[in-house]
């Protein structure tokens, strides 16, 4: 409990120091799925199980830095790509309820241990499948998000066909990403000519462990 109360209290200061403000009990729920993660993480490889931060910081403060600079909207449809244990998708979908998120992942048991999350919280806008990126045809998305470490320019060409035009693909990355960029610009005339420009917003001025970290907004 004394855990859950130091979580809770770390991520109520982090999210009123950037503006956002969520109420006691979505802030309540975030730091669940934080211990829920954690204990699924004990049986698969959902985060690294030798952590340079708490879970709270590192993976779900870290995940909702995205709505600093994208106003997640009412009917938005927005897709997780490679959600792994959840990220982003699960705590923006407690954070903007009248979002539909769709998070999906190729490995069985990391969308089984979302399923379940997704049920303990009472997730009614979210929903995790099992399946591959190539797989998802006739669905068609405003915003597709993902924390995958894929190079920019293959995360681009998968979104340029799930993307509604003038949609966007947001990504967590780190280090340098100049030459990612450029090449990802160079091979979008090959992706119905996504995207048109890529933004870069660094974020590792907010916290000591987000070291190198920035958002990257690529639109068409």
Same mark, same amino acid.
């Given at each position: 409990?004394?855990?859950?109360?130091?979580?809770?209290?770390?991520?109520?200061?982090?999210?009123? %120091?950037?503006?956002?403000?969520?109420?006691?009990?979505?802030?309540?729920?975030?730091?669940?799925?934080?211990?829920?993660? /954690? =204990?699924?993480?004990?049986?698969?490889?959902?985060?690294?199980?030798? /952590?340079?931060?708490?879970? +709270?910081?590192?993976? +779900?403060?870290? #995940? &909702?830095?995205?709505?600093?600079?994208?106003?997640? #909207?009412? @009917? =938005?449809?927005?897709?997780? &790509?490679?959600? @792994?244990?959840?990220?982003?998708?699960?705590?923006?979908?407690?954070? $903007?309820? =009248?979002?539909?998120?769709?998070?999906?992942?190729?490995?069985?048991?990391?969308?089984?241990?979302?399923?379940?999350?997704?049920?303990?919280? %009472?997730?009614?806008?979210?929903?995790?499948?099992?399946?591959?990126?190539?797989? &998802?045809?006739?669905? +068609?998305?405003?915003?597709?998000?993902?924390?995958?470490?894929?190079?920019?320019?293959?995360?681009?060409?998968?979104?340029?066909?799930?993307?509604?035009?003038?949609?966007?693909?947001?990504?967590?990355?780190?280090?340098?990403?100049?030459? /990612?960029?450029?090449?990802?610009? =160079?091979?979008?005339?090959?992706?119905?000519? $996504?995207?048109?420009?890529?933004?870069?917003?660094?974020?590792?001025?907010?916290?000591? $462990?987000?070291? /190198?970290?920035?958002?990257?907004?690529?639109?068409?």
């Amino acid at each position: 409990m004394e855990r859950l109360t130091g979580d809770l209290a770390t991520l109520e200061k982090l999210c009123a %120091g950037q503006g956002m403000e969520f109420d006691s009990l979505t802030l309540k729920q975030l730091v669940r799925y934080g211990s829920l993660l /954690e =204990e699924w993480n004990h049986k698969i490889n959902l985060i690294s199980r030798k /952590e340079d931060a708490p879970v +709270i910081v590192k993976h +779900i403060f870290h #995940s &909702l830095l995205i709505a600093l600079y994208h106003p997640f #909207s009412k @009917g =938005e449809k927005v897709l997780d &790509l490679g959600t @792994g244990g959840g990220l982003p998708g699960i705590p923006l979908s407690l954070c $903007f309820p =009248e979002t539909q998120f769709l998070l999906v992942d190729s490995t069985g048991k990391k969308i089984a241990a979302c399923q379940a999350m997704i049920q303990e919280l %009472g997730i009614k806008n979210a929903i995790a499948m099992h399946t591959r990126v190539e797989e &998802l045809n006739g669905v +068609i998305f405003d915003t597709v998000l993902s924390r995958q470490v894929a190079p920019l320019d293959q995360l681009s060409a998968y979104a340029a066909r799930l993307l509604k035009p003038r949609g966007i693909l947001i990504c967590l990355k780190g280090g340098n990403l100049d030459k /990612e960029i450029a090449k990802t610009l =160079e091979s979008s005339r090959d992706h119905n000519g $996504f995207p048109k420009k890529v933004e870069l917003h660094p974020i590792s001025g907010i916290s000591t $462990f987000f070291s /190198e970290k920035q958002i990257v907004i690529a639109r068409g």
